[in-house]
């Protein structure tokens, strides 16, 4: 892409900025002369889940959003330095007032409702961060979920500015939730126009549209096998998350969901059901997180969807478990540029489960510790994969700016993305090859996964190679370029912090050792050199990333192709006794 269509772009950008603004601005002021709303006809029951430690370091002046910590107890919420714009809409969200319902205590109500008044005070009438679309709906489901707790006691003039202001935030969804973008935010925007539908006095008509709206978006953005374009699974539960809590709410007051939005939530369970470690959390990919403890099994549960996981591909996702072992591998071609701006270069990588344990996994997104570790944890070496030296499997590229910020979306991946998944007598087995390095190096990525039956080994062989006429053309034009240079590779496995690794056997194995005392050997064959290497584990919710280490398998291609084979097997079992308690601090994590 050129200078000039960089420049033209990122001018048509800015225009489109600006108006949505202006929109915003415009219709968030307008929604002021809306009539007045003087009571509730109905409340959703509360389904939000919070945090009693998140809760209690709010009330304690300790701040942490988007990964940075604010202490300042003397100040209000809405006084404090604001470090990025993500800082901000996650305060204008609102979806703190969770944490603080957790607690539930008089001190914790007061505190809530006067930040909420000072908002309206501050914001209410159009100003600041807090008024797009998606911050609107995600608030309102917030002062409407905990309308209970933000009201007993208050100030009949507080309770009148507060249905005011429901009102006017109602008011402006009905005109701007089409300006929302595609996806998770415009079905935050329609789950809250739909609650202020049913539960505001005077605000039925509202009702109607919106659940044909969203069963409208359900039709165009969850694809026929209950996946959407990012790819991204912690994004997929909050889709579904969504959708559980409109259609509940819908049928609660005797409205009935549309066909279109149930459907959406029978595709979703299962898939989601399919990217669920054994452990209960979610596979870390394409900038997703393993999601809030119990979100999952909420949702899952309050669908009434009792399927089965998925079989075959889930989203693009590969699934092998067997005993106490799960392993999900990323298997299908990146998502398409205009939903890559989250998106990882991870093709064919993994994660791996044992019971409640990680051990195998990704760096993660480092989206909350800044813009050098969100790029680098979008890079193919920050995946458990293979990885040619100082290459990834696709390539970034500056998309589109929004505000002070411009996307990097993730191009020129692979154009050939190729899976074959069968089961037997020894185990479950997933073959799958990438064409990612093959327009750069005329390298084509194999990778074969078995699991035992038992789930107590995993055997691996990584090949890479030009492996068709084509590649080969261009994997000697690269030699030729490069003095006969060997193109070097790397075979990383990211290994959890909690996991003890040590190497053994004189240097032919490396041991790990689980918190439950399980041990996993990791063994390899061939020329390949073996290490063990620092890493890190990038983890939303504390505030900096936490060292780990990384298995590294180290070789180089100069004759065509080069093949590493690898074995994971369980030596030792651990004492199931022992349960994962995880204390609920996130301030104690930033080690």
């Not at 870390?284 to 979100?295: C, L, M, T, Y």
Request: charged share 25%; proline share 4%.
């Amino acid at each position: 892409m050129d200078d000039a269509t960089l420049a033209r772009n990122a001018l048509i950008a800015r225009l489109e900025y600006g108006r949505d603004r202006f929109l915003n601005r415009l219709y968030a002021r307008l929604g002021g002369f809306v009539r007045p709303v003087t009571a509730f006809v109905s409340q959703p029951e509360p389904k939000t889940i919070g945090s009693f430690a998140r809760g209690r370091q709010l009330m304690a002046g300790n701040f942490l959003f988007a990964g940075y910590l604010v202490e300042a107890p003397d100040r209000s919420i809405w006084q404090i330095e604001r470090p990025d714009a993500a800082f901000e809409a996650q305060l204008h969200g609102f979806a703190w007032l969770d944490d603080l319902a957790a607690v539930g205590d008089t001190a914790a109500r007061e505190l809530a409702q006067r930040w909420l008044i000072e908002w309206i005070d501050l914001y209410g009438r159009g100003r600041g961060a807090g008024w797009v679309p998606e911050l609107a709906g995600r608030r309102l489901i917030r002062w409407i979920n905990h309308a209970l707790f933000l009201l007993k006691g208050m100030e009949k003039s507080s309770s009148d500015r507060y249905f005011r202001n429901v009102a006017r935030q109602t008011r402006f969804l009905t005109r701007r939730w089409r300006a929302a973008p595609a996806g998770l935010a415009r079905f935050e925007s329609l789950t809250g126009l739909i609650y202020a539908g049913l539960a505001l006095e005077g605000s039925g008509q509202l009702v109607a549209p919106a659940t044909r709206d969203i069963a409208a978006e359900c039709g165009q953005r969850i694809d026929p096998e209950g996946g959407i374009p990012s790819r991204n699974p912690e994004e997929l539960m909050e889709v579904f998350t969504l959708l559980n809590w409109a259609a509940s709410a819908l049928s609660e007051e005797g409205h009935m969901p549309q066909r279109a939005h149930l459907l959406a939530i029978e595709r979703i369970a299962p898939t989601l059901r399919a990217l669920r470690h054994s452990d209960g959390a979610l596979a870390r990919f394409h900038g997703g997180a393993h999601g809030q403890e119990g979100r999952l099994d909420q949702a899952l549960a309050s669908s009434g969807v009792r399927a089965t996981a998925a079989t075959g591909l889930a989203m693009g996702y590969a699934r092998l478990a067997a005993g106490r072992t799960s392993i999900v591998m990323d298997a299908a071609a990146p998502p398409k540029p205009a939903h890559s701006s989250n998106a990882h270069a991870s093709t064919l990588a993994f994660e791996m489960t044992s019971g409640r344990r990680p051990i195998i996994v990704s760096c993660g997104s480092g989206a909350d510790f800044g813009t050098e570790w969100r790029r680098a944890g979008r890079a193919t070496p920050s995946h458990s994969t293979l990885a040619i030296e100082g290459s990834s499997s696709s390539r970034f590229a500056p998309g589109k700016s929004v505000g002070h910020n411009t996307e990097e979306l993730l191009v020129d991946g692979p154009a050939r993305v190729r899976v074959q998944q069968s089961s037997g007598l020894d185990g479950t087995s997933v073959l799958a090859t990438h064409s990612g390095y093959s327009p750069t190096h005329g390298l084509l990525h194999v990778r074969r996964l078995d699991l035992s039956l038992d789930g107590r080994e995993i055997m691996g062989q990584d090949t890479i190679g030009a492996l068709s006429e084509t590649d080969r053309v261009v994997f000697e034009e690269l030699m030729n370029r490069t003095g006969m240079q060997p193109v070097k590779y790397d075979i990383r496995f990211h290994l959890h912090p909690e996991i003890t690794a040590g190497i053994d056997l004189g240097g032919t194995a490396i041991s790990l050792t689980l918190k439950s005392g399980e041990v996993w050997v990791f063994r390899h064959d061939g020329p390949a050199k073996m290490s063990l290497d620092a890493s890190v584990y990038l983890e939303r919710g504390r505030l900096k990333p936490r060292a780990t280490k990384q298995i590294v398998l180290t070789d180089s291609v100069l004759d065509y192709s080069s093949q590493v084979s690898w074995t994971l097997s369980r030596a030792q079992d651990g004492n199931r006794h022992i349960r994962d308690l995880e204390q609920d601090n996130t301030l104690a994590q930033g080690n």
